[in-house]
């Protein structure tokens, strides 16, 4: 009952959220037509002012969890004035934007490696205007270098990374990757506010390979988690983050049991003190 009251409330959300219900509805109703080019649509978000162009109901559905939900910042604390934001596994934009236009004077850096998607990126953030960001057509991994990106769910959004074994597939499309550390290198960045990961399942490799260094200049982390890729779960990476300094808290899915929201800060108590005022 709970599931089913969820898809409800959601399904009202976007079509009172958007400029464009009926749109919304065809959007759902549609067929997928895999192998074909997407057919894309735009939609307006009311309350943010801001342009989509979206590929189908999974790139609305994840507009809607970003802005309308505003998952993230539910699961962690609003973007603030002036911060370094960096975005992993961007899509086509949807927190990109949203943290850009919820913390003044904040820069964004987005990395997202599907070749469609980060044109979408792109387009959403030229049609809106959006100066404070900097994308990179490329993904994060353990090391620099290849990656491999699992093209068989066939739904953009959820591409799985994985090493490169051999030169690649039909199933497959390689693209450059770089670790975290280098990433905080080639940025030349002293400190990382918040840094938010959807990356179905990589931020296992991501994470568990960072030198404590890079650890100690990030202050915030916020994530879609995936318990869907034994051997590694959630509260692994819970402890792991622990052991780096962070207080960490997790909230699950309300429809999906693999997946849900992990927040690590290194100031956590003092943040849930300030949002309580």
Known sequence: MRKYLYYLQSIFKLLTGVS???????????????????DLQ??????????????GKMDLWSLKEAFLDRFYEKAGVPVGNGWTVVDIGAGIGEFTLFAARQGRDSRVYAFEPFPESYGLLQENLRQNAIDRVQAFHLGVWSLSGKIALDLSPREPLQLKSQAVSGSGNDHQVLVDCISLDDLLRKLDLEKIDLMKLDCEGAEYPILYSCSSQVFDRIDRVVMEYHDSLPPNCHPDLVRFLQAQGYQVRSVPNVVHKEIGYLYASRAMNSELGERGR
Not at 22 to 34: D, I, Q, W
Not at 42 to 55: P, S, Y
């Open 20 to 38: 464009n219900p009926v749109g919304v509805v065809s959007t759902f109703l549609r067929p997928e037509n895999h192998g074909t080019p997407p």
């Open 42 to 55: 735009t939609f307006r978000l009311r309350r943010a002012g801001l342009d989509f162009t979206v590929r």
